[in-house]
């Protein structure tokens, strides 16, 4: 499968504690973005990589939340402190630099209780 | 403000009939890019079609058109021949200024469609 991946694809975890997620893009895909989807609404932009250069956050992205893109190819995405709030569907996608077209993973789903 | 606007949370279809999928944005940038995907059930967002804001002809992707109508800054999807398998949720997403940065997109908030049998 080549298509992008991500890790876990769900997460239970309790308030207060940190979780981590991973993503790996389509291999020869220079860009890699982060989005977060709650429940009825679409995808909401958090953050982007261009190779391992984060270029772009989104005011989304409180001090809590850190990503990173250390070789660019894989992406970490933390967060640390978790809150209810937190609760939502953390999807990833990546794209050439000169594509039309963005491609998702089937995202990680979290759950903090 | 809300730069992406799908009216219909819902939407029903008769399998084998056509369904259009409404979608209106708001920019001013004259260089922009406009996005369909679908989310089934299992969450993977799958890009179905892109037009751009230069593009002269509206956009079409076997099944999937896009009935792009600028000065009313109108983005609609068009699906015919509709199959049980579409079912899903469809969003509508635009991607402002040049360049071709293909994942920086706002998303609408989505219309679930299902296909009757």
Redesign the interface.
């Known amino acids: 499968d080549t298509g992008v991946s991500q890790d876990p694809r769900h997460k239970i975890t309790k308030r207060g504690q940190n979780v981590t997620f991973r993503c790996d893009p389509i291999s020869e895909h220079n ?3 982060w989005y977060r989807q709650t429940l ?6 958090l953050t ?1 990589f261009q190779n391992e250069a984060q270029l ?1 956050k989104s005011r989304l992205l409180s001090d809590r939340f850190s990503a990173e893109r250390p070789k660019g190819s894989f992406s970490t995405l933390e967060i640390q402190r978790t809150e209810q709030g937190d609760s939502a ?1 953390y ?1 990833c ?15 990680t ?1 979290l759950t903090v209780v | 403000a809300q730069k ?1 606007t799908q009216t219909q949370p819902g939407m029903f279809v008769q399998e084998k009939e056509a369904v259009t999928l409404d979608c209106t944005y708001d920019t001013s940038d004259p260089s922009y ?1 406009l ?1 369909w ?1 679908k989310q089934p059930s ?6 179905l079609i ?1 037009q ?1 804001s230069y593009d002269q002809q509206n956009a079409t992707e076997g099944r999937y058109s896009l009935n792009f109508q600028k000065a009313r800054k109108s983005a609609n999807l068009v699906i015919s021949a509709s199959q049980l398998g579409d079912s899903a949720m469809y ?1 509508c ?1 635009m991607r402002e200024g040049q360049g ?11 219309t679930t469609l299902t296909v009757k049998p």
């Open positions: 860009r890699l973005y009825g609404q679409g995808p909401e932009f982007y772009e569907m999807l996608a990546s794209s050439s630099f000169w594509g039309t077209e963005a491609f998702f993973g089937q995202g789903r | 992406i890019g996005f995907y299992s969450g993977e967002m799958i890009f892109y751009g969003f997403a071709t940065n293909a994942g920086k997109s706002t998303f609408g908030d989505g």
